[in-house]
């Protein structure tokens, strides 16, 4: 009667948002969740992995990175049941809750391109997880939809992390000339980008 809940930031509002809910809804089934935080580290998720497996959890669900596949499918082999959240490990056989990334951040820098600006940066977060990397081609898509040159100066892809974003922000200001907008992959990325701004 034991759940895994392995996100990648718990700082993060969204995630820690999933986590009360999860935590609710298991409640009432009767099962217990145990928490961890891999913050978005390979080698953390990789050792909640295995602390998770040695706990004999009934089912795990993970907001994953993208290089623990075989952990996870060797857990599946021993009949642990698993839901990516947010993110989808490649060529993981295993339910998947997600958004539209790319369709919504085309519509997002479609708009800002309605509005005039035609310099957009964009701090999509790691390209090595689905999110950063859907969220760029939408950002992609629409620049070249509109005509617009991609820039890849004007692009950051380090990671979701406040910290990292926060040097982001200041490189693309200091660009020259700077963009006139910034597309912000998730809340922690625009959060970074007010505190700069501030």
Request: one cysteine or more; aromatic letters at 6%; a negative charge.
């Amino acid at each position: 009667k034991m759940i895994g809940l392995l996100i990648s930031d718990i700082e993060n509002s969204f995630y820690s948002t999933i986590a009360k809910n999860v935590e609710a809804i298991a409640k009432k089934h009767g099962y217990h969740v145990v928490l961890c935080n891999s913050n978005d580290d390979p080698e953390e998720e990789l050792r909640y992995l295995n602390l998770l497996d040695m706990m004999q959890v009934e089912g795990l669900i993970i907001t994953p990175t993208a290089y623990n596949r075989l952990k996870l499918e060797e857990m599946q082999n021993r009949g642990i049941a698993i839901v990516q959240i947010d993110r989808q490990v490649e060529n993981l056989q295993a339910d998947a809750i997600l958004v539209d990334n790319e369709s919504g951040t085309e519509t997002v820098v479609n708009h800002l391109i309605q509005a005039g600006h035609t310099r957009i940066g964009i701090l999509s977060g790691s390209i090595d997880v689905t999110t950063g990397k859907l969220r760029l081609a939408g950002y992609a898509r629409a620049l070249e939809n509109n005509g617009i040159e991609y820039q890849a100066n004007l692009v950051k892809t380090s990671s979701f992390r406040r910290d990292h974003a926060i040097e982001d922000v200041r490189e693309l200001l200091n660009e020259t000339p700077p963009p006139t907008a910034i597309f912000a992959a998730n809340n922690i990325l625009a959060e970074a980008c007010i505190w700069v701004f501030n």
